[in-house]
């Protein structure tokens, strides 16, 4: 059974709380198995990091969707929230569309090679150039397009 033990709140001046207070656990066992380190050398996309690294990147989209977040737009509740950024141990980290640019450098075999089996692009007319659209085609990758309806558009991959 579970037994609570005595707790005793305090009231401070200057509080804080997230609603995803496991954050603050998850960023300790991320420390504890040195992850930022495995994903800057398994996901070599930059070749400098001013001011954002691989890791950086990698950890704001997981941590978004840990926190709630169901696409890249709410990065930005995130980056605004004083009490998140403290609990992943961040000043600042990067916008929405930075990190669409970042899912955008990887090409369909990197993510294969991740293990996703089917890449899904949602996007408008202003998502991506057209250079793009047939090298992605042949590489299997699948489209929804409408027009001008996004600006930023997004990234979904699927496991399966």
Request: hydrophobic share 35%.
């Amino acid at each position: 059974m579970i037994k609570p033990g005595t707790t005793k709140l305090e009231l401070a001046e200057r509080q804080q709380a997230v609603s995803c207070g496991g954050i603050a656990m998850i960023m300790q066992m991320l420390k504890t198995i040195d992850l930022r380190r495995s994903l800057n050398e398994s996901a070599k996309v930059f070749k400098l990091h001013m001011p954002y690294d691989e890791a950086d990147h990698i950890l704001n989209i997981a941590l978004n969707t840990l926190a709630g977040g169901t696409c890249l737009d709410q990065i930005e509740q995130r980056r605004n929230d004083e009490a998140y950024l403290d609990a992943v141990g961040a000043q600042r980290i990067p916008d929405p569309t930075t990190a669409g640019d970042f899912c955008r450098r990887f090409s369909n075999q990197q993510c294969r090679e991740a293990g996703f089996r089917k890449i899904v692009l949602r996007g408008d007319t202003d998502f991506s150039s057209t250079e793009h659209l047939d090298r992605w085609d042949r590489e299997g990758v699948k489209f929804v397009l409408g027009y001008d309806a996004n600006k930023k558009g997004s990234i979904r991959l699927y496991r399966g």
